[in-house]
T-cell receptor, first 112, second 115 residues
Framework: DAKTTQPPSMDCAEGRAANLPCNHSTISGNEYVYWYRQIHSQGPQYIIHGLKNNETNEMASLIITEDRKSSTLILPHATLRDTAVYYCIVRVSETGANNLFFGTGTRLTVIP | ETGVTQTPRHLVMGMTNKKSLKCEQHLGHNAMYWYKQSAKKPLELMFVYSLEERVENNSVPSRFSPECPNSSHLFLHLHTLQPEDSALYLC??????????????FGPGTRLTVT
C-alpha cells in the first residue's frame, strides 16, 4: 500500500470548513483513497472514499488532485463533535488485499 | 451505533488469567477483523476472517487465539498475557473481504489492562 503523509494536528473554528490534507505521492492507479476518523476512545468511523473523481456524501467531501498524489477531506461546517483523529488511507483494489493500514493521522480540534 | 458491539468494554486481568473478548455484528457482513491499538501507536491489524475462515494472521503471538463460530460472532481468547498487551482491542466487519470499495464498520472497542 502507498504511504500517506498528514499533518499531525490542525485547529478549526466551529462553523467553518475544515480542510484536511493528505499526500500520497506514491499512489498507484488501482489504489483507493479512504478517510476514517476516530473520536477519543471509540472505534474508527468510515467517512468517505474515492478513486479518481471527487466525492461527496452527507458527512464530507473528498477532493483528489488530477495526478492523484494528494487529496483533501472537507468538513463543510465543522462542529465540536467533529473533534477527532482523521486518518487518510490508500487501499489496493486486488482481491485479497482489502486491509486497512492506519497511520498516525491528523488530530483535528474544533474550537468554539 | 455502528451495528458492531463488543463486550466487555473494559477488562482488567492478571498475567495468568484466561479471558475472552466478544464481538457481534448485526449487519449481515461476511468478513470480521480484530485490531489492536496501543497507546500512541497506529491501529494494527491482528486477524481477518472471511466466511468464518481465517484469512489473515499478522504475526500475532499465540497467547491471542481468535475464533469465528459464525459470520456474526468473533471472539478473541486471551491467556498468559503480558503488560505490553494492554491496549484497546477493536473489532470490525465489512460486507465482503477482498473488495476495497466496501468500508469497515468498527465496534467501540474493549479497553484491556494487564496487571
Amino acid at each position: 500500500d502507498a504511504k500517506t503523509t498528514q499533518p499531525p494536528s490542525m485547529d478549526c473554528a466551529e462553523g467553518r470548513a475544515a480542510n484536511l490534507p493528505c499526500n500520497h505521492s506514491t499512489i498507484s492507479g488501482n489504489e483507493y483513497v479512504y478517510w476514517y476518523r476516530q473520536i477519543h476512545s471509540q472505534g474508527p468511523q468510515y467517512i468517505i472514499h474515492g478513486l479518481k473523481n471527487n466525492e461527496t456524501n452527507e458527512m464530507a467531501s473528498l477532493i483528489i488532485t488530477e495526478d492523484r498524489k494528494s487529496s483533501t477531506l472537507i468538513l463543510p461546517h465543522a462542529t465540536l463533535r467533529d473533534t477527532a483523529v482523521y486518518y487518510c488511507i490508500v487501499r489496493v483494489s486486488e482481491t485479497g488485499a482489502n486491509n486497512l493500514f492506519f497511520g498516525t493521522g491528523t488530530r483535528l480540534t474544533v474550537i468554539p | 451505533e455502528t451495528g458492531v458491539t463488543q463486550t466487555p468494554r473494559h477488562l482488567v486481568m492478571g498475567m495468568t488469567n484466561k479471558k475472552s473478548l466478544k464481538c457481534e455484528q448485526h449487519l449481515g457482513h461476511n468478513a470480521m477483523y480484530w485490531y489492536k491499538q496501543s497507546a500512541k501507536k497506529p491501529l494494527e491489524l491482528m486477524f481477518v476472517y472471511s466466511l468464518e475462515e481465517r484469512v489473515e494472521n499478522n504475526s500475532v503471538p499465540s497467547r491471542f487465539s481468535p475464533e469465528c463460530p459464525n459470520s456474526s460472532h468473533l471472539f478473541l481468547h486471551l491467556h498468559t498475557l503480558q503488560p505490553e498487551d494492554s491496549a484497546l482491542y477493536l473489532c470490525a466487519s465489512s460486507q465482503v473481504w477482498g473488495a476495497p470499495t466496501y468500508e469497515q464498520y468498527f465496534g467501540p472497542g474493549t479497553r484491556l489492562t494487564v496487571t
